[in-house]
């Protein structure tokens, strides 16, 4: 069974820019979350995607965004890149995102911001 | 709002001994803990997770960790570290968000093994 898989693995933008980081869940899973990670903040959540619809937002500005399409994939969109944005940028997958489940995963997306 | 404060940023154990992280919760409801693992260049792995049925919880590799209401603790152990064990160790509370659940992790710990 194939695990998260997040592209691209690497990603290099400058201020300004646009990027877009695509997700596949796990076959079944209908959840997906996404997470930033940085040395300074750690773990925070982005948002979450249930059903092709955002459930749940974390306090992150507006430019931060994301989709979901019918099959589960997930895509998130941060706009007008600024030198902060620079960080691993983890998506997850589970069943249902309930309280108690497991999350997968992926390896994450480097992104940095020059 | 739920959160988990891990005390230590860095941890150095040589191989064979005891690991002992350290991880207190801050909830004003029953809990659903976790702690995850994450290796250099990969996502995080779930150890292991408390969801009341017992205090003590094992997981993955060896870990368990136990549930101590009255120290609002949920500290994670192994026994005996191995080289492999080497790797930034996080613990998360799932807190409820308006439609549904997130993670809140702790700062993390690095766990550093020598021989």
């Known amino acids: 069974k194939a695990g998260v898989t997040q592209t691209p693995r690497y990603l290099i933008k400058t201020r300004g820019q646009q990027v877009t980081l695509s997700c596949s869940p796990i076959?079944?899973?209908?959840?997906v979350s996404w997470y930033q990670q940085t040395p300074g903040q750690g773990l925070q959540f982005l948002f979450e995607?249930?059903?092709?619809?955002?459930?749940n937002k974390g306090n992150f500005p507006g430019r931060f965004s994301g989709r979901q399409f019918s099959n589960s994939r997930s895509e998130m969109n941060v706009s007008t890149l600024e030198l902060g944005d620079s960080a691993l940028y983890l998506c997850?997958?589970?069943?249902?995102?309930?309280?108690?489940?497991?999350?997968?995963f992926g390896s994450g997306t480097q992104l940095s911001v020059l | 709002a739920q959160s988990v404060t891990q005390l230590g940023s860095h941890v150095s154990v040589s191989e064979g001994a005891l690991v002992l992280l350290r991880c207190n919760y801050s909830?004003?409801?029953?809990?659903?803990l976790f702690w995850y693992v994450q290796y250099p260049n990969q996502g995080l792995q779930l150890l292991l997770k408390?969801?009341?049925?017992?205090?003590l919880v094992k997981g993955i590799n060896g870990f368990e960790a136990e549930f101590k209401k009255s120290e609002t603790s949920f500290h994670l152990t192994k026994p005996s570290a191995h080289m492999s064990d080497a790797a930034e160790y996080f613990c998360?509370?799932?807190?409820?968000?308006?439609?549904?659940?997130?993670?809140?992790f702790g700062k993390g710990t690095s766990l550093l093994v020598t021989p």
């Open positions: 997850a997958s589970s069943f249902t995102g309930g309280k108690n489940e497991k999350l997968f």
């Open positions: 076959s079944g899973h209908r959840s």
């Open positions: 995607y249930f059903s092709e619809t955002q459930r």
């Open positions: 909830s004003s409801v029953p809990p659903y």
């Open positions: 408390y969801t009341s049925a017992a205090t």
């Open positions: 998360a509370v799932s807190d409820s968000l308006d439609s549904g659940y997130a993670l809140n």
